[in-house]
């Protein structure tokens, strides 16, 4: 028993090591495995509980936002990546090649997909008739392979993820506008009322896009290590994939058109954000909205009152799941419950009840919140009302705990010095005026490995605009060069 | 107009060209196009959206038996294929390989999985450990690809498919055993109560079995040409696959014991058996179970009649969507009821409510049933019922026709010649006594390409046991080689 409970506990500390922390977590709480090939992991049951629901979720808000599934091929004839210049180029050294089939040598090389823009593109086109065919909305979820050496570390960097890929096209520019924002602020939604993680929304630095796009714009969360996360992207296209690949339609004055396209994508990298967010030094910890299991009920007993207190416990549990409650009873004969109590706060369960046979008597249970302890004794009758009510409490705590990370470490700079120092010592973002200029990126990058991870759109008659915020002053400079500075960057190491 | 009636129209018949009017009905009806290259698909929305509720609904069953979804690599290294020589011999010719990340040729060749057999048991080898970590039970929905270089036949023939693999392992025989008949049980419902298909199930001849297994179970479905489709597998792998990976317990007496495990998929066929199954020459047929959308209404109008109609035909579709009926109202404009009709046939819409002035004045509305038109005259108080027992009708007529079908095609023959000629005339399965050599299917298969798809499994004690069932007569001669048969099996034609 010691040696299990040993085998059960956390033993990195978040503060001090969180890389160890986070693999330990990870793989301690039954979220995910490393596969035999370096770069690739196993999904195990819990962890792939949390992706469901998250699919679940974000899939039913794309359905109801008009976006129909599809399945794509997994494989890209080369010919096919090649008619979009910027994508062969942008994804040539990450592409996995299948060269042969059987025994056999194939004629063309075969890339798994790193991303489909490529291989859906000629279908939308064929698709695309008439200015009723649009806008014509696609999503498919799926894993793609990027061949990237890099160290392993289970959601952020894997050469398979799993993610959704969304492809669109539309009349107009203002139409593929319209989905670039949509679909953001679906991931935006996604973050913060479903994984209670706060977001900063804005672009990419033009160097930075997607390959091929207009404008790339994305969510970031800031981990509690200091490094921002890219949490979901969705790219205007323009018309450059629509006239690479002959997406064009005749409008209602019979005229010929060329269509503007989108793609969006948000990927299992969401599930590492999450874990790494929350989760503390005594294992997992989950929002209750995409928690598996919301509640877990302990029954505390002696031989002689064992019955008294299941049969309690049992009632509690039938009430809560007729309620909507996802509760598991942990009536397990052979653990005690010290050692259920250790292992439900690994699993990252967010609210324990407790019932002995004091709970019994005074017709109570202990509430018990996770990851603070805190308690609650609710009366059993309003019971069920208690524990919806303690399951929004939990919400709230994470999400507040979240956004005040994130707001105290948004901090200004003036000079490439102040940037580098307040980088190194606190981690976080530096909100800077910058020239636009590349050379200022790379200079902060070669020193410091920041880099400029989001930059703030500005906003006209409320509506966000593509274009970034500009500095208060119009005097601003450059807090890197000293140039005058018309935009907004937010420097951040990054996942 | 004329254009787009002719392009929404099926023009092949299925009595005489089958095969091209299934290719023609997957593609007209919105469900399947070819991809560019030879044997992949692209699935379109309405085949995906049929694949999403074939996936929920024989994903509950899973969960509530005890299988925990997760997600492994769809890379397996060749050193692992190798392991289990069976599964290497068997999928080897069949293999897709992927030989270069990036510009890189990569040290061991990687396989696109065909099964995963290979990878999953290695970490059901790590799991476990105690019999109290059995049974384990995992699945996995994901796409495998097998190089077979047939002509393209889209969800019956293709190289890249999606389907559903099961993986577990049991303490003993008996507990896999359970597992096998628990998970082909599950098969069979989904085609019978689901699909409205009828299946036959019994298990493949021994030199038939997938690679490395005791025994392989199936269900099999009649398609109306007279071939057999295999509609699902369970394997029970015995301990061949647990000793080649070394997937052991200790038991309660803390001995070490070697574990039992199973294999069990479902693919896409599925689809194909469907649509093959249901559908005429108008148009795809689908059960309401399966359906996306189960009920149409179709108002129609002159302008004075209007308002009146479409306000009637409001409260209609809202009545029908609060009861839970996926019902759609067809208010476009720009298309006259004829038009709809026909577009609702083709994309196999099970019940057409068709509501013009008269059935306002009447309180009254006009079911009409996909795919024979009867029509039924349904009061609009009392129509919520109406619609779910007519939906219910439509299903028991697809049942009935399927299952007429099924019965009408099982002969019976003593010799060789009737075999072949009863395959040849009828199609349909032959069932025959069989003395259990492969010699003898190899003399039927040679002349007209029928096999020996199933053989039915004998019943000990109202229990299925893993044994054919054997001929009624006990002097019983081999129709094929005139020897001692103590099996029956089913020859036919098969996809």
Known sequence: MSDESQELGITESKSHKPGEWYAEVVQKAGIADYAPMGGFIVTKPRGYALWERLQDELDGRFKETGVDNVYFPMFIPESFLEREKDIVEGFDPEVAWVTHGGHDELEERLAVRPTSESIIAPFM????????????????????????????????????????????????????????????????????????????????????????????????????????????????????????????????????????????????????????????????????????????????????????????????????????????????????????????????????????????????????????????????????????????????????????????????????EEIMGTIGKHGGYVRVPWCGDQACEEAIKEKVSAEIVMQPLAEEGGETTGVPEAPNDDDAECAVCGEPADEIAYFAKSY
């Open 125 to 416: 086109a064929d698709w695309t008739r008439s200015h009723r065919d649009l806008p014509l909305r696609l999503n498919q979820w799926c894993s793609v392979v990027r061949w990237e050496a890099t160290e392993t570390k289970p959601f952020f960097r894997t050469k398979e993820f799993m993610w959704q890929e969304g492809h669109t096209a539309h009349a107009s520019d203002e139409g593929a506008w319209n989905e670039v924002w949509t679909r953001l602020g679906q991931y935006e939604e996604l973050y913060e009322d479903f994984l209670a993680i706060p977001v900063l929304r804005g672009k990419k630095p033009e160097h930075d896009k997607f390959p091929g796009a207009d404008t790339t714009t994305t969510v970031e969360a800031l981990m509690p290590d200091g490094k921002s996360v890219q949490g979901g992207t969705s790219h205007h296209l323009g018309q450059s994939f629509a006239e690479a690949f002959d997406i064009t339609f005749v409008d209602e004055d019979e005229d010929e058109q060329t269509a503007y396209t989108t793609s969006w994508g948000l990927s299992w990298r969401a599930l590492g954000a999450l874990i790494m967010t929350h989760s503390d030094d005594q294992g997992l910890v989950l929002p209750p909205t995409v928690a598996p299991t919301q509640a877990v009920i302990v029954p505390i007993w002696q031989e002689d009152t064992k019955e008294k207190v299941l049969e309690y416990a049992e009632e509690i549990a039938a009430d809560l799941e007729e309620a909507g409650v996802r509760v598991e009873l942990d009536d397990r004969d052979e653990r005690n419950p010290g050692f259920k109590f250790n292992e439900h706060e690994l699993n990252g369960v967010p609210l324990r009840l407790e019932i002995g046979p004091n709970e019994v008597d005074d017709e109570e249970v202990t509430l018990v919140h996770r990851p603070d302890n805190e308690n609650v004794v609710a009366d059993r009758s309003g019971l069920v009302e208690s524990v919806e009510s303690n399951l929004e409490t939990v919400y709230d705590k994470l999400y507040a705990a979240a956004e005040e990370t994130l707001e105290e470490n948004v901090r200004e700079a003036d000079s490439p």
